[in-house]
């Protein structure tokens, strides 16, 4: 009896400079229903390792993984986000249209001298299901078509004073579909066979035919996936507790990465209850998860009952994803990320 054995066949890796050597790790994948059935039929597993995500196949001893994938259809997974706050730390733009998604796919065949693919999440789909009313005008005749894999699949015309037109797309399944209204493309959306949960964040679409050329390269196919990290305005707020008696004689921040902070401002802050020394950042800086050198804040003091010139110390703590908001600056939303120091 032959022995198969499980060969690797693709990588997907997710990066954001916001982790440690940008090796994100808030991702797991889930197979859509009729993807679960072809890993099922060809034996295909995949596993997680931090940020990486290595799949595998069953083979066998006389074929090559390429043939043993080729009438594999394309695959689709959610991508399923376990942190909350990764749309805070994210170069995104806010709020995001609650019924869209990132998309993430393999688009290029790659060879021995390119063995990877590296691009950056911005494509946004909307999720319709595969069973949904399309609205036209009822002035007009409207022509409908919906394409996959850029074969039609649907087409429609609308009756006189008919405002829509029910669409079933149920027989093609899930995928990615382009709408086409009066012989114009219109919108791309992802048609989902069944309802996506909570908390997915976009879907994985490995474009098999892709895969296997770059296998018959006798080339291992990497997906890397760069999101980019959101840049804040600084802005410590330091508080001296009145029960403290001393005096401040002068404080600055000292950076050993050369942030730059404006001159200090006093702010009321808490209601107008506690009055604050604010120091923010002349330029937006890279959120991050943790930082190796701290900014110090450098004061120089005097008790109350003496002269004496005295000085303290403090690390700046990293600025915390929760303290993010945002103000206009230059007509323009800003993002600023706020820490409050109580020397």
């Known amino acids: 009896?032959?022995?198969?054995?499980?060969?690797?066949?693709?990588?997907?890796?997710?990066?954001?400079?916001?982790?440690?050597?940008?090796?994100?790790?808030?991702?797991?994948?889930?197979?859509?229903?009729?993807?679960?059935?072809?890993?099922?039929?060809?034996?295909?597993?995949?596993?997680?390792?931090?940020?990486?995500?290595?799949?595998?196949?069953?083979?066998?001893?006389?074929?090559?993984?390429?043939?043993?994938?080729?009438?594999?259809?394309?695959?689709?997974?959610?991508?399923?986000?376990?942190?909350?706050?990764?749309?805070?730390?994210?170069?995104?733009?806010?709020?995001?249209?609650?019924?869209?998604?990132?998309?993430?796919?393999?688009?290029?065949?790659?060879?021995?001298?390119?063995?990877?693919?590296?691009i950056t999440p911005t494509t946004n789909l909307s999720v319709r299901p595969l069973i949904f009313n399309q609205s036209v005008s009822k002035d007009e005749a409207t022509n409908i078509a919906l394409k996959k894999d850029s074969q039609e699949v649907f087409s429609s015309q609308s009756q006189e004073k008919q405002s829509v037109i029910p669409i079933d797309i149920r027989a093609f399944g899930s995928g990615i579909y382009e709408l086409w209204i009066n012989g114009s493309l219109t919108t791309n959306f992802f048609g989902s066979a069944s309802s996506l949960t909570t908390n997915c964040y976009g879907i994985l679409h490995i474009n098999m035919r892709n895969v296997l050329e770059s296998l018959k390269e006798n080339t291992l196919p990497v997906l890397t996936a760069n999101f980019d990290v959101r840049d804040t305005y600084k802005e410590y707020l330091i508080i001296v507790p009145s029960n403290k008696k001393i005096n401040i004689k002068s404080m600055h921040i000292e950076s050993p990465e050369n942030e730059e902070y404006a001159a200090p401002e006093k702010r009321m802050v808490f209601d107008n209850k506690e009055e604050a020394t604010v120091f923010t950042s002349i330029n937006p800086i890279a959120l991050q998860?943790?930082?190796?050198?701290?900014?110090?804040?450098?004061?120089?003091?005097?008790?109350?009952?003496?002269?004496?010139?005295?000085?303290?110390?403090i690390k700046m703590p990293t600025?915390?994803?929760?303290?993010?908001?945002?103000?206009?600056?230059?007509?323009?939303?800003?993002?600023?990320?706020?820490?409050?120091?109580?020397?």
């Open 1 to 118: 009896m032959m022995m198969k054995k499980h060969e690797h066949w693709f990588t997907l890796e997710i990066k954001h400079p916001y982790f440690y050597n940008k090796e994100c790790p808030v991702f797991d994948l889930l197979p859509t229903p009729e993807t679960l059935r072809i890993m099922k039929n060809y034996d295909i597993r995949f596993q997680k390792l931090n940020n990486q995500y290595h799949f595998y196949a069953e083979v066998a001893p006389s074929k090559k993984i390429w043939e043993e994938l080729n009438t594999a259809e394309d695959l689709f997974f959610q991508l399923i986000n376990s942190d909350t706050s990764f749309d805070t730390y994210t170069d995104i733009v806010l709020p995001k249209k609650e019924d869209s998604i990132t998309y993430i796919t393999n688009t290029k065949i790659v060879n021995r001298f390119s063995n990877e693919m590296t």
């Open 289 to 313: 998860q943790k930082v190796t050198n701290h900014p110090v804040l450098k004061i120089q003091y005097t008790h109350q009952f003496s002269d004496v010139l005295l000085e303290l110390d």
């Open 319 to 343: 600025p915390k994803v929760t303290s993010v908001i945002t103000k206009t600056k230059n007509n323009e939303n800003a993002y600023y990320s706020q820490t409050i120091i109580y020397v």
